[in-house]
């Protein structure tokens, strides 16, 4: 098992699905900012969209996701109409400019629409930014899948489905609020795999309350059974202060940090021994899967979804509290789905708030890139004394080494890889660049 050091997990870490953090974002970026990184793209630069749906049928004690009931027909309505008109705003601003190659759907639980709807917001999609022949990824909440559905997405040349799968124990099931028997997952490969739609991905939690290590055994069995393309095993993390559904989960039986270790290390045990390529710090791929392709020629990248092999330097998010992000610029949009509504038949951009990139803080995002997607990061000169001095303690506990310039994690790294990172965060970390020379004048 990997080496356990609790003094190194005590301390809660971003993720880094981008740099800077969505903590860093302010209102002093919005639609301006957001207008002039849109203006200044190239043509022909790879572009990849994500489109977001936050309604779900039954809202989950433990989601984190920006998401309500689709309890009203006419706000969903009302929704997807302004949808429409931001894909149509974004795209005229554009005005024929880069080049879609990744259409995803997320949430909530974009099934929480209609399969008609889904397929006219697909097609408004494809017909305003004139997108041939994309990559298109949904994620799916099975309890509200049907055949419908799994026609709907073969014919619409669907890629790609995520299933939210979390854990098949019934008794962990009734204890988040999320109660879908094991037939429920089945029917939903079954149904996809029939149409050929065959690269499914299963997202696994551990660290759920009263989850046992049988508990996640047997969700392992069922998982590796049904073999899934891919697999993401999450940490639950409990955050009832920012996040109030969560107060319905009794924390009282949560794993505590050494059996939440045990777990995360269970999985990738069985996992890789069942064949899985391990990606970054909590994703799997079958191989020959995309993302184990990428992982083995060092091209997986991170964003807003999680480990992947989508390398387009342009993600443009559209919906309420989705997220757009350039080489220089992340923006959010309006979190509200009112308000969002209200911006949008204003034929206003609905960036509300987001973060600049300087120089350095691009130097930190690739470092940090590198090393969770990679596993190791070139430094420059710049960085090498510093680091060097800051990494002796984890190079002594036999979590990193040295190759030449480059940090590189070892395999014991792996639960601690954002602890890490976080060290050449500007923000946080305690590695600060040496600074630059003076440019000579003539």
Not at 201 to 208: A, C, K, V
Not at 252 to 267: H, I, K, T, V, Y
Request: overall charge neutral.
């Amino acid at each position: 098992m990997w080496s356990y050091y609790p003094e190194l997990l005590a301390r809660p870490v971003p993720r880094y699905t981008s740099y800077p953090t969505a903590v860093e974002f302010t209102e002093a970026i919005g639609p301006a900012e957001y207008a002039r990184a849109l203006d200044e793209v190239e043509s022909a630069t790879p572009i990849s969209l994500y489109i977001h749906i936050p309604f779900c049928e039954q809202i989950c004690w433990y989601c984190g996701c920006n998401t309500g009931a689709a309890n009203r027909k006419q706000r969903l309505s009302d929704y997807l109409a302004a949808l429409g008109s931001e894909l149509a705003l974004v795209a005229k601003r554009l005005g024929g400019r880069g080049r879609i190659q990744r259409i995803a759907f997320g949430g909530g639980s974009p099934n929480a629409i209609a399969p008609i709807d889904f397929v006219r917001l697909l097609d408004r999609t494809m017909t305003v930014f004139d997108v041939s022949r994309p990559d298109i990824s949904i994620e799916i909440d099975p309890r509200g899948f049907s055949p419908e559905w799994a026609l709907v997405l073969a014919a619409s040349n669907v890629t790609r489905v995520s299933l939210g799968v979390q854990t098949f124990a019934p008794h962990i099931q009734q204890a988040i609020g999320r109660v879908q028997p094991l037939a429920d997952i089945e029917r939903a490969v079954a149904g996809l795999r029939l149409r050929g739609v065959d690269a499914i991905n299963f997202d696994l939690m551990f660290g759920l309350p009263g989850q046992s290590f049988d508990d996640l055994d047997a969700t392992l069995d069922e998982t590796i059974r049904l073999a899934p393309s891919r697999i993401a095993l999450f940490g639950y993390a409990h955050l009832p202060e920012m996040l109030p559904r969560q107060r319905r989960i009794d924390a009282s039986n949560l794993p505590d940090m050494r059996l939440r270790f045990e777990q995360a290390w269970r999985g990738y045990e069985r996992l890789t021994e069942a064949g899985y390529i391990p990606v970054g710090f909590d994703h799997f791929a079958r191989p020959g899967d995309p993302l184990a392709d990428a992982a083995a020629q060092g091209r997986v990248n991170r964003n807003f979804q999680g480990f992947t092999e989508d390398d387009a330097p342009i993600l443009l998010g559209f919906g309420a509290s989705a997220i757009s992000k350039f080489p220089g610029l992340i923006v959010q949009n309006e979190k509200r789905a009112g308000l969002y509504r209200d911006l949008v038949r204003e034929n206003r951009l609905a960036a509300a708030r987001g973060v600049e990139l300087d120089e350095e803080d691009r130097e930190c995002a690739v470092i940090i890139r590198d090393l969770l997607c990679r596993g190791r990061a070139t430094l420059g000169p710049r960085w090498l004394k510093p680091a060097r001095r800051e990494m002796a303690p984890f190079v002594e506990r036999a979590l990193v080494t040295w190759d030449g310039d480059d940090l590189v994690l070892l395999d014991d790294a792996r639960p601690y890889s954002r602890l890490i990172a976080e060290r050449f965060d500007r923000r946080r970390g305690s590695i600060s660049p040496v600074e630059r020379a003076p440019a000579l004048t003539a």
